[in-house]
Structures are given as structure tokens and as C-alpha cells.
């Protein structure tokens, strides 16, 4: 049986986050702060799509989006670990669980030509309206409390896995890797023959840390803390050959 391989996006594939690149494309590089205290704290996607008719307004075409995106950083090591990846799709299938959304990961995928190492991209769909506008709509409905309305990984992890077996395919063990809040309910689904890697110094890595201790000690998955894709690439080389 193959393992399955899961990545966030933002702060975990590419060292920022994507939302907040794409301000970049317009010309103050910031946005205006009547847009930004829209924000309630709550509803992130509902704020974006009122930047993406901002910067819609301000005249920013397509392709100017898509090169100011292509411009975002990978994490070190990330893009050596997804050729990796690609080399090992024998024994390893990939997928992307995000919050983005389906432009912004292909465009980024595109200029490392990473995508052939995802058998899926579960994020956000995305498309452009008449006015040339960039419109996101939510990946699924779900009944998770602890997940904005749009998307719970933890759904999206598990329909996949359940998909996959009615296909026949089986994994032998999870390896989720991420770094943001959002990240902690699929890692408390993970079973103890499963990893979570977790970036060091992120959100995702002090909810762990306090998980762990209401929890006495014990996780059901092994947890591995990482700070660049070369220590992924490492622990995976190893994983790989047990």
C-alpha cells in the first residue's frame, strides 16, 4: 500500500500567504483602510471577495494577478521535496488541503511545474466574472464547530480517503503536513500509525503543544516538528523505507 501525503498551502508549501501576496499587484501595494477594517475576524473569505473587487477596480488584469502571484516564494527545500514527490508517485500519493484557492495554486504550482506531484487540489473553487473580477465560492458544507463555514480539512481529508477506497486504493499511513490553526482538526482525526509534521514557530505548533498537554502527553499520531522541506524531504526518505 502507498502513504498519503497531505500539505496545506500558505506557510507550508509557499512562505507567506497567498491572500494577502496578491495585494501586491496593485500600485500602493497596500489596501485602502475603509477595505480592511470590512474584516470582522470571522469571515476571511467573505473579506477577500471584497478585495478581489477592489483590486478588480482598480483596473488589474489577469495576468497581472498571475505574475505578482508567481512571484511568491516557495519554502525552503519545498520545491526539492516536491520533485522528490513526482519520482515517487509508486509509492506515494499527494494531495493539497487549503484555504487559498484553485487560481492561486496553479498559477504558483505552474513555475515549478510542482503539479504533477498532486493526485488532488482541494481548495476553493475560483473563477473571473465579466467585470473581471476574482470570485471564490466555498469547497463543501460541513457540520464542524471548530471550521470556518467554507471548509473543515478534516471533512475534506476524509472524503478523499473514502473515495479513494471505493476506487479500491488503501493507505497504510497519513503524513499531514501544515502549519496554521485550521490545520488542527484533520491532525486530531489522524490515526497512531499517521504523522503530523508541523512547522516550527506557526499557530499550528503552540495548539499542538497545548493539546498535548490536556491530553497528558499523548497524541494518536506521531508529531514531527519541521522548519524547512529539507527536513521533510529527510524524515519522508526515511518513512519511506520502513
Known amino acids: ?11 507550508t508549501i509557499v512562505d507567506g500567504n497567498s491572500d494577502t501576496w496578491v495585494v501586491k499587484c496593485i500600485p500602493e501595494k497596500k489596501l485602502p483602510d475603509w477595505l480592511r477594517k470590512t474584516y470582522d475576524g470571522k469571515h476571511w473569505n467573505e473579506y477577500m471577495q471584497k478585495v478581489f473587487a477592489y483590486i ?15 512571484s511568491m516564494p516557495y519554502t525552503p527545500g519545498m520545491d526539492d521535496l516536491l520533485k522528490f514527490i513526482c519520482q515517487n508517485k509508486d509509492q506515494v500519493d499527494c494531495i493539497i488541503i487549503s484555504d487559498s484557492n484553485t487560481f492561486f495554486i496553479n498559477w504558483i504550482l505552474e513555475v ?30 460541513h457540520n464542524c464547530l ?19 477506497l471505493k476506487a479500491g486504493i488503501q493507505y497504510k499511513k497519513t503524513i499531514y503536513t501544515g502549519d496554521g490553526g485550521n490545520d488542527l482538526c484533520p491532525i486530531r482525526g489522524l490515526k497512531e500509525c499517521d504523522v503530523a509534521m508541523v512547522r516550527k514557530g506557526y499557530k499550528l505548533e503552540k495548539l499542538i503543544h497545548e493539546l498535548v498537554d ?21 524524515y519522508l526518505k526515511t518513512c519511506l523505507k520502513t
Open 112 to 141: 515549478t511545474n510542482s503539479s504533477l506531484a498532486f493526485n488532488s487540489i482541494l481548495t476553493n473553487p475560483a473563477n473571473f466574472d465579466e467585470q473581471n473580477h476574482l470570485t471564490i465560492e466555498k469547497f463543501h458544507s
Open 214 to 234: 490536556r491530553c497528558s502527553g499523548s497524541m494518536q499520531p506521531s508529531i514531527v516538528i519541521w522548519s524547512s522541506g529539507e527536513e521533510i524531504l529527510s
Open 56 to 70: 478588480g477596480d482598480q483596473g488589474i488584469k489577469e495576468s497581472v494577478m498571475k505574475q505578482v502571484m508567481q
Open 1 to 11: 500500500m502507498k502513504s498519503l501525503l497531505v500539505f496545506d498551502f500558505d506557510h
Open 146 to 164: 471548530q471550521c470556518p463555514d467554507n471548509l473543515c480539512k478534516k471533512k475534506a481529508l476524509d472524503d478523499f480517503v473514502a473515495n479513494q
